[in-house]
């Protein structure tokens, strides 16, 4: 690929995927040096973070993530000392997760490593292009997730 045609095609979707698997295979080794996780361990760290008590099949349906890879994250964060499980009140057969003080510290470098990258990554774009292009973002994430995109691709 040339620098004046960055992709070998022209479909949206294609393009989507192409930026942000480049962008995260460049990242996942700067994570890894600078919080000992990877970017889908980190997810799931803020995950539990922001949903103390959350469980594995929710982390599961929001990441997206086969159930063998989610119970291999899981597995690590709780051998790193960054989350803890811990049965449930109300039933046995249920975990919930929780972060750990020092899953806490990491999320927070992670974070400002993050907002870094991002910068970074976002280099070329001025201000208005940046504050356009998350608006756009948002409107496609919106719409891909609701029940009338849903229909209509039933219908195709």
């Not at 594995?56 to 499980?85: C, D, K, P, V």
């Not at 940046?130 to 891909?144: D, I, P, Y």
Request: charged share 30%; proline share 3%; hydrophobic share 40%.
């Amino acid at each position: 690929m040339t620098p004046e045609k960055p992709f070998k095609n022209d479909r949206l979707t294609y393009r989507l995927n192409v930026i942000a698997d480049q962008a995260i295979s460049a990242n996942e080794t700067i994570f890894l040096r600078e919080t000992g996780c990877n970017i889908r361990e980190l997810r799931v760290l803020r995950l539990i973070d922001d949903s103390p008590g959350t469980s594995f099949a929710e982390i599961a349906r929001i990441t997206g993530f086969e159930r063998s890879l989610t119970s291999r994250i899981i597995q690590n964060l709780i051998a790193a000392g960054l989350i803890l499980r811990e049965n449930s009140t109300t039933d046995a057969r249920v975990f919930q997760l929780s972060t750990t003080e020092k899953g806490r510290e990491v999320r927070r470098i992670g974070r400002a490593l993050s907002d870094r990258l991002e910068a970074v990554l976002t280099r070329p774009l001025s201000e208005s292009e940046l504050e356009t292009l998350n608006q756009l973002l948002w409107r496609l994430g919106k719409w891909v997730s609701s029940s009338e995109y849903q229909d209509l691709l039933a219908q195709e």
